[in-house]
C-alpha cells in the first residue's frame, strides 16, 4: 500500500503504510535529537570581536525563553556549533626548520575568537581556499578554510578566554 508523502518537499511514495513520510525524507533529513547551528564567520573588523560574540550567544540565550511558542523556543537549544571560517597557514620555509616535525604548520587566524573554538572543539578539519592563492599579500601564508565542531557546553569558556584577553588588552 502506498500513499503520498507527508512531506512538502517531495513526490515520492511512502513505501510503509505506518508512516506519514517518505524512506527517502526519513533519511535525508530526520528530526534532529541534537540540534546544530551553523554558523560562518565573515567578520572584517577585530576590534568589536569581544563584544559580537557576546552579543550573539546571549541572543540565543534569550530566544530559549523568550520565543512565543515551545517548539521555537526548543529549535534554539543547541548542542552543537558548526563553525566555518577563513584562517591562514604559514608556508615559510626557514620557520619549518625550526620545527619540531616538518608536517606541522601553524593556522594564523584571522579573528581572535577562531583559536579559542579551534582549541575547544570536537573535531576540525581544513581546505584550500579556491581562486584564492593569488590575491594574497603576504606569500608566505596559505589561505585555507576552517571548520570546526564545537559543542555548546564548550562556548562559555571560549567567551570567558575572550572577553578576558580583551579586558586585559593583549589585543
Known amino acids: 500500500m502506498s500513499r503520498r508523502c507527508a512531506c512538502p518537499t517531495s513526490n515520492k511514495y511512502c513505501r510503509s503504510p505506518r508512516t506519514a513520510l517518505c524512506m527517502f525524507c526519513t533519511r535525508a533529513s530526520p528530526k534532529p535529537s541534537t540540534p546544530t547551528c551553523i554558523f560562518s564567520m565573515e567578520r572584517y573588523i577585530e576590534e568589536t570581536a569581544s563584544p559580537l ?92 578554510r576552517l571548520c570546526m565542531l564545537v559543542a555548546a557546553s564548550s562556548i562559555p569558556q571560549a567567551r570567558s578566554e575572550l572577553k578576558s584577553m580583551f579586558e586585559s588588552g593583549s589585543i
Open 53 to 144: 560574540v557576546e552579543g550573539l550567544y546571549d541572543e540565543i540565550g534569550w530566544a530559549t525563553e523568550d520565543e512565543p511558542t515551545e517548539e521555537l523556543r526548543e529549535s534554539f537549544k543547541f548542542t552543537k556549533y558548526l563553525m566555518l571560517t577563513r584562517v591562514f597557514q604559514d608556508d615559510d620555509q626557514e620557520a619549518s626548520k625550526k620545527r619540531k616535525r616538518e608536517d606541522e604548520q601553524p593556522l594564523v587566524y584571522t579573528r581572535p575568537e577562531d583559536e579559542f573554538f579551534h582549541k575547544l572543539c570536537k573535531w576540525s578539519f581544513q581546505w584550500k581556499a579556491r581562486d584564492s592563492e593569488d590575491k594574497n599579500d603576504i606569500e608566505v601564508l596559505k589561505p585555507l
